[in-house]
């Protein structure tokens, strides 16, 4: 296609994307799941002159540099020993030009990120039809017909109206999918090359975002050796440590102050998660994971975990959102995924998919496989609509049609994207707001009890990022252990108060059955209404 035609294409598709996005994001109220509190919640601190804190402290394993230069767990509480600080540091720049630290500012990141999503789905689209060849019109047809249904498809679409790692990390991921078929295809001539340098930046703009960066690095490895096997070692070496050395400049800040704040480069619980037993243990207090205990459970239950992380990363996050596209991608993916414009991409994403049901199966059921997944879901959505454009061009040639219909597929596409979309965006904000107006009124009830919450007396919960967000209080996340552990994080952090929402893991039998349960004494908060209240609350009342 022509410059002109290439960059009215992708305008269009972004113009439709951030309109939907925009759309989406006008109706959620407040941050959920709590990753997104998180990020919310310290992209205010940093925003009110508190730094890069957090005002919930969910994880006890990696302790923190203190004002008196030791290592302790406590408040103010450094944000980001395990998970990354893109997304607050972004969506911090909005927030403080508006002068408002509430959440809709905030999701002009998400919204801008996310809208970049279907522009890059486009491209990829782009170059699978000029890989096969396609007449004019079926490829300007596939190209932005994966544009456009991206823009309205519902698991890329709420990504983009969520402040979480999703979208930061997708957008630069699928540039460096885009940059490694450039550069398979075409290889360098110079060790410089800008081409391999803006990789290694997307590399390290990804890892920014998420963890699961070190696979696109590794995809590159993988990409490099088979392109340009036959011209020597040094033709392999030198794009991958340009590559590398690009990444590492753009990460080295965040690795130092990870250094310096919590001592080591790497988030340590990262390779503590692989021996979960259940997603309760990444808030363990006494009993945390080890590799004794992991294997004591015996290989079935082993075996087991991996079979529930399977069928969670390919049913509840690639078919189920995007059914009935992701389906036909998977159909079509055994032949339209041997294309090389779709090869890093399939490398990327078989990768990913592995790596988080074989290493880390229990927590990718709590969202690793999940946000991570952009990669993946435009795999599947190029892939299908490929396909459905083949189908539809063989039954044309069968029936001897004589007019182009390749349109027919992005239709059908299209037409289940936005049919979902439409549903799926105000039920989640339904629930958004739901939350919000549950949590947020636990100031109020706590007040109307005669004991208010204390910004600086910590509430521990089994939701700790909203009870601390929605009520600008300290939170302190609930083991999933015996009720002696619960008192120990009181007297530690002189905690009065334990919150729970749902069903908090094995806490209700544990509270009928624990001779520890006598020290929780159950308080009946005011302002309950006529429905069932949904949390239960103990105040701590041994010393």
């Known amino acids: 296609m022509s410059r002109r035609e290439a960059w009215l294409s992708a305008g269009l598709v972004f113009m439709v994307a951030l309109l939907v996005r925009a759309w989406a994001a006008a109706q959620m109220p407040f941050p959920i799941p709590e990753d997104a509190t998180y990020y919310w919640g310290a992209a205010r601190n940093l925003v009110d002159g508190h730094g890069l804190t957090s005002n919930a402290l969910w994880s006890y394993v990696t302790p923190a540099r203190d004002a008196s230069g030791g290592w302790s767990l406590g408040f103010p509480r450094p944000a980001f020993e395990i998970w990354l600080p893109l997304p607050a540091l972004l969506a911090s720049i909005p927030m403080a030009l508006t002068g408002s630290s509430a959440y809709g500012p905030a999701l002009l990141v998400p919204v801008l990120a996310g809208a970049l999503v279907p522009v890059l789905a486009w491209r990829i689209g782009a170059d699978v039809a000029a890989e096969r060849g396609l007449a004019p019109e079926r490829a300007r047809t596939l190209a932005l017909g994966s544009g456009l249904v991206a823009a309205v498809w519902l698991p890329l679409v709420l990504p983009g109206a969520v402040l979480d790692s999703t979208s930061p990390y997708g957008v630069p991921a699928l540039a460096a999918c885009l940059l490694m078929v450039r550069l398979a295809r075409r290889p360098p001539t110079r060790l410089l090359d800008a ?58 800040p965040w690795l130092v102050r990870s250094w310096l704040t919590f001592g080591s480069p790497l988030p340590g619980q990262a390779a503590l998660n692989a021996f979960s037993l259940t997603g309760y243990d990444i808030f363990a207090w006494a009993d945390r994971p080890t590799l004794a205990r992991y294997l004591a459970v015996g290989a079935g239950e082993l075996l087991g975990q991996r079979a529930t992380a399977f069928g969670h990363n390919l049913v509840d996050v690639l078919v189920v959102p995007g059914f009935p596209i992701s389906l036909l991608g998977l159909i079509a993916l055994p032949w339209m995924g041997r294309a090389r414009a779709l090869r890093p991409l399939l490398l990327l994403a078989l990768l990913t998919f592995g790596a988080t049901t074989l290493l880390f199966p229990v927590a990718t059921t709590w969202g690793t496989f999940l946000h991570a997944s952009v990669p993946p879901l435009v795999l599947l959505l190029v892939a299908g609509l490929a396909g459905l454009d083949a189908g539809i061009a063989a039954v044309g040639r069968r029936r001897g049609w004589t007019r182009p219909v390749a349109w027919l597929g992005p239709l059908f596409a299209g037409f289940a994207a936005l049919l979902f979309m439409s549903t799926g965006i105000p039920t989640y904000a339904a629930q958004a707001g739901g939350v919000e107006v549950q949590y947020a009124a636990l100031a109020g009830r706590f007040a109307a009890l005669g004991d208010p919450l204390d910004a600086a007396v910590p509430v521990i919960s089994n939701h700790p990022m909203w009870v601390a967000e929605a009520n600008r209080i300290r939170a302190l996340a609930l083991p999933d252990e015996p009720v002696s552990s619960v008192l120990e994080i009181a007297r530690t952090f002189g905690a009065r108060y334990v919150v729970l929402d749902g069903g908090a893991g094995g806490w209700p039998a544990r509270l009928a059955t624990d001779p520890d349960a006598r020290c929780l004494a159950p308080v009946s908060l005011p302002g309950a209404g006529t429905a069932p209240d949904p949390f239960r609350v103990y105040r701590v009342a041994c010393p």
């Open 195 to 252: 081409r391999v340098i803006a990789l290694g930046m997307a590399i390290g703009i990804a890892y920014l975002s998420r963890n699961e960066a070190v696979w696109i690095g590794l995809a590159w490895l993988a990409i490099a050796a088979w392109s340009y096997r036959g011209r020597g070692v040094r033709a392999v070496l030198g794009p991958v440590a340009v590559a590398g050395l690009a990444a590492l400049l753009v990460m080295s």
